[in-house]
């Protein structure tokens, strides 16, 4: 049976205060240590780092009209194409070329989001018949300009 010693009042203040101290920096260094499974949120800089890491430069080129250097044709895109350069192309110049409100991913896929930016340029801006979400040769003019 281990002796035990009287603490006396500068011992007893001086170990809460480690014990405090150890409480308060222990999932700090747990959390810079090892990566967590979990995901977090992005602070406003790393989602400006991860923005312009996921976009080109966008530049008016006199061969092609505005463009961000994914794609250059003029094909019909629309929800579920496969063709991801076509899709990072018509994401990043929504973003950075029109006044559409919401930033969009630049990630290649023709979701849900990426078809109702669509439809709100061809309603907002009278670009075709109809907002379908379809970009075809009048999107592209519209975007290119």
Do not use: K
């Amino acid at each position: 049976m281990p002796i035990r010693m009287p603490f006396s009042r500068t011992q007893a203040v001086s170990t809460l205060v480690l014990a405090a101290g150890l409480l308060l920096t222990a999932p700090v260094t747990a959390a810079h240590a090892a990566p967590s499974a979990h995901a977090t949120a992005p602070t406003a800089s790393t989602a400006t780092t991860a923005r312009a890491a996921a976009e080109h430069d966008c530049m008016y080129r006199s061969t092609v009209g505005y463009t961000c250097d994914y794609y250059y044709g003029s094909a019909t895109i629309s929800e579920g194409t496969s063709n991801a350069a076509a899709v990072r192309e018509i994401q990043d110049i929504i973003n950075r070329h029109t006044d559409y409100p919401i930033w969009l991913s630049v990630d290649g896929s023709f979701g849900t989001n990426t078809r109702a930016a669509v439809a709100w340029l061809q309603s907002h801006h009278d670009i075709a018949a109809g907002a379908d979400g379809i970009v075809g040769s009048h999107n592209w003019d519209y975007l290119r300009r």
